[in-house]
C-alpha cells in the first residue's frame, strides 16, 4: 500500500518561465490556468493503492474503452491552499474533504483513499508548486483532486483499475462581474432525485446542470437554483453551492442534508460560526413560495449561498420565467459580510483557529 512518504519526484523538463508565471498570476481568474505538476497514485485489485508519482503536469493515456469513458465512475473534490498572514502556507479542513471524497467513492462503487494519502497528494503538489500563488488580493490556490476508472472494460460493473489525481490552478474571483451580490434563476430541470447520486461530487451531478445554469446565464442571471425533484417546491441548492437564509428574528436557516444536497464543508463550518454568534440555527426545508413571502414582508433579511470556489456569495434577486424579488436592499446584508470575514480570516492565519481547521504547510 503506498503512503505519503513514499512518492516518486520526476524532474519537469520545461517548467513554466517566472515572466510568464507572473502574468498569469497578476490575473489568474477561475479555473483556466493551470500549474507545472500534478500527482498521480494507481489503484488495482490485486495491488490496492501504488505507484505514487508528483512529475509534470500533462495528458492522461486512457483506453478508449476506459469505464470512466463509458460509465461516468468518477469523483472530485475542490479546497484551496492560503498564503496565511505571516507567509505560511496553510490548507482548509483538508481532513473534511478527504472524507467527503471517500463518501462519494462508496457511493460510486469506486476504491477509498486513505486520508493520509489524499492529504500527502496535496502536500507534495503545494510544496512542488508554491510558487504559483495568485499575486491579487484575496487569491489562493484552488486544489482538485479527482479519481477515474481506467480498466478497459465495456461491461456494467464497477471497474478493476483507477487513477487518482491532483491538478491545482491558481484562482482569483469566481465571479467574474464583481457584483455585490449574484442573481438566481430557478430551474425547472432538478439537481437530484432521492436515492441518487446528489450528496456524491461525481461530474454527472455537474453534466446535468449545465443546461439549466446556462439558461440561467442567458436569461442574465449569475447561478441557478434548484427545486427538489418530488414536489418541486423545496429549496435545495445552487449549482455549486449551498444556500443559507437569514431572517429578523436572528434565525439562520439552510436545507437539510436529505441524501439530495451535496454537504459543503463551507456549509459546515459556516453553521458553526452562527452558532457561536448566538444565532439560532435550522437546518431545515423551505419553500420557494415561502421564501417569496418573507422576503416581500421583510422577515427575510438575507440571502447567501457558499462553497469552496465562491466562499460566501450574497444574492440580491431571484428570478423564474413568470416574476422575481429582491432579498432586501438587494446587496450583500451585514451577517452575511460578517460570516464570510471570520471565515477568511480563520483560513489566511488572520484569527485564531479555535476549531482545529487549519493545516500548516509551511
Not at 62 to 70: G, I, M, Q, R
Not at 204 to 230: C, I, K, R
Not at 296 to 304: I, K, M, N, Q, R
Request: contains cysteine; glycine residues 10%; proline residues 6%.
Amino acid at each position: 500500500m503506498a503512503t505519503a512518504a513514499q512518492f516518486t519526484r520526476l524532474p519537469h523538463p520545461a517548467p513554466t518561465a517566472a515572466a510568464d508565471r507572473a502574468a498569469v498570476l497578476a490575473d489568474p481568474g477561475f479555473g483556466k490556468c493551470f500549474s507545472d505538476h500534478m500527482v498521480c497514485i494507481d489503484w488495482s485489485e490485486d495491488k490496492g493503492w501504488h505507484n505514487p508519482v508528483i512529475g509534470p503536469r500533462g495528458p492522461i493515456a486512457l483506453d478508449p474503452a476506459a469505464s470512466v469513458l463509458h460509465y461516468a465512475q468518477e469523483i472530485f473534490e475542490g479546497l484551496k491552499a492560503y498564503r496565511t498572514a505571516d507567509g505560511g502556507i496553510a490548507l482548509f479542513r483538508p481532513e473534511a474533504n478527504a472524507a467527503r471524497f471517500n463518501a462519494s467513492a462508496r457511493r460510486l462503487a469506486m476504491p477509498e483513499l486513505p486520508e493520509d494519502l489524499f492529504i500527502g497528494a496535496i502536500r507534495e503538489l503545494v510544496a512542488a508548486d508554491s510558487d504559483w500563488f495568485p499575486t491579487v488580493e484575496g487569491g489562493s490556490l484552488y486544489l482538485r483532486p479527482f479519481m477515474i476508472a481506467t480498466e478497459a472494460f465495456l461491461g456494467v460493473r464497477p471497474a478493476k483499475e483507477y487513477k487518482f489525481l491532483v491538478i491545482a490552478s491558481p484562482a482569483g474571483n469566481y465571479f467574474k462581474s464583481g457584483a455585490p451580490a449574484v442573481s438566481i434563476w430557478i430551474s425547472d430541470y432538478t439537481r437530484a432525485a432521492p436515492g441518487g447520486t446528489g450528496a456524491a461530487k461525481c461530474g454527472g451531478n455537474y453534466a446535468a446542470s449545465l443546461v439549466p445554469t446556462a439558461e440561467a446565464f442567458a436569461n442574465g442571471h449569475d447561478q441557478v437554483l434548484f427545486l427538489d425533484a418530488a414536489e418541486h417546491k423545496w429549496i435545495e441548492e445552487l449549482g455549486g453551492m449551498n444556500l443559507f437564509f437569514v431572517f429578523s428574528d436572528g434565525t439562520l436557516r439552510t436545507p437539510a442534508l436529505t441524501g439530495t444536497i451535496l454537504p459543503g464543508i463551507t456549509r459546515d463550518s459556516l453553521l458553526q460560526l452562527a452558532r457561536e454568534e448566538g444565532l439560532t440555527v435550522q437546518e431545515d426545508r423551505y419553500s420557494l413560495d415561502q421564501w417569496r413571502a418573507d422576503a416581500a414582508s421583510g422577515h427575510l433579511v438575507e440571502t447567501f449561498a457558499c462553497g469552496t470556489a465562491a466562499v460566501v456569495t450574497p444574492v440580491g434577486k431571484v428570478a423564474d420565467r413568470t416574476s422575481e424579488f429582491t432579498i432586501g436592499s438587494g446587496g450583500p446584508g451585514q451577517l452575511t459580510q460578517k460570516l464570510r470575514a471570520r471565515l477568511v480570516a480563520i483560513q489566511r492565519g488572520e484569527a485564531p483557529d479555535t476549531h482545529g481547521w487549519v493545516t500548516r504547510l509551511g
